[in-house]
């Protein structure tokens, strides 16, 4: 598919209320669908709401009846399936001007990537990227694997002004249906704007999304597990980054 002057209205994005639907795994025994429609759509990208949570980086898989002029493969195919990388989420704010934590939705901006993920993603679906360029062969978009140095500088802005306190929190994660299906009531081993570690019995993998909430601080956030594993004394901790918001420290630092 090429693009010229004349198919400049390609290039703009689309109000076209398609049904998708969305595969997402999120860890390696983690997974969920969940049937939507889009917002807006481009042949590189769409746009859509979710009730589950995602992260800048993630992969996800589409399935839409795509219009054909807009596809970069498999025009003769029923459904355009595509895989795509999450490029923007922002949590749905309700009237009061705050997250909605009861019902959770998401708006989702993503970028098409191609007919196949890395192998990277296939041997762990945590796995983040970015984009790198834009294929001048197949007009989609090319990836990169976040690095050990890309991880590193994220760990570190995590670490800044992380105190060691403990907060009263309530762990819920989210099932295959968006739903909070396991609870626990536990407190963090310190905490910072951007994450926390907090001692857990909770079997959650690498890569699973998990609600926190404080009714101390009257706060809920979405976090992704980034890490499981015992410190000194054995106990197990979850290494957590909060994705759609930051923690707020002021009056307790």
């Known amino acids: 598919m090429k693009f010229d002057g004349k198919s400049r209205r390609m290039r703009e994005r689309l109000r076209l209320t398609l049904p998708v639907r969305v595969h997402c795994r999120e860890s390696v025994q983690h997974e969920w669908v969940e049937f939507t429609r889009l917002a807006d759509v481009t042949p590189f990208g769409a746009r859509f709401r979710l009730a589950?949570?995602?992260?800048?980086?993630?992969?996800?898989?589409?399935?839409?009846?795509?219009?054909?002029?807009?596809?970069?493969?498999?025009?003769?195919?029923?459904?355009?399936?595509?895989?795509?990388?999450?490029?923007?989420?922002?949590?749905?704010?309700?009237?009061?001007?705050?997250?909605?934590?009861?019902?959770?939705?998401?708006?989702?901006?993503?970028?098409?990537?191609g007919k196949r993920p890395p192998t990277s993603y296939l041997n762990q679906p945590a796995t983040l990227y970015d984009i790198e360029t834009l294929s001048p062969e197949h007009n989609l978009w090319m990836l990169r694997e976040e690095t050990a140095r890309d991880e590193e500088k994220r760990s570190s802005r995590n670490m800044e002004t992380r105190l060691q306190m403990a907060i009263n929190v309530l762990i819920e994660v989210f099932d295959d249906q968006g739903r909070a299906s396991e609870r626990e009531q536990t407190v963090t081993e310190n905490i910072s704007r951007r994450g926390a570690a907090v001692w857990t019995t909770l079997g959650v993998e690498r890569g699973r999304f998990v609600r926190v909430t404080s009714s101390d601080h009257g706060l809920t956030v979405i976090a992704v597990v980034r890490a499981r594993r015992p410190g000194a004394d054995g106990i197990q901790r979850l290494h957590l980054e909060f994705v759609d918001q930051q923690w707020p420290l002021e009056g307790i630092e």
């Open 52 to 113: 589950h949570p995602t992260e800048w980086g993630r992969l996800l898989h589409l399935t839409l009846p795509m219009p054909r002029q807009l596809r970069c493969f498999d025009h003769v195919e029923d459904q355009y399936r595509v895989w795509a990388l999450v490029r923007h989420v922002r949590p749905q704010i309700d009237k009061a001007g705050a997250p909605s934590s009861s019902e959770l939705r998401f708006d989702v901006g993503v970028a098409f990537t």
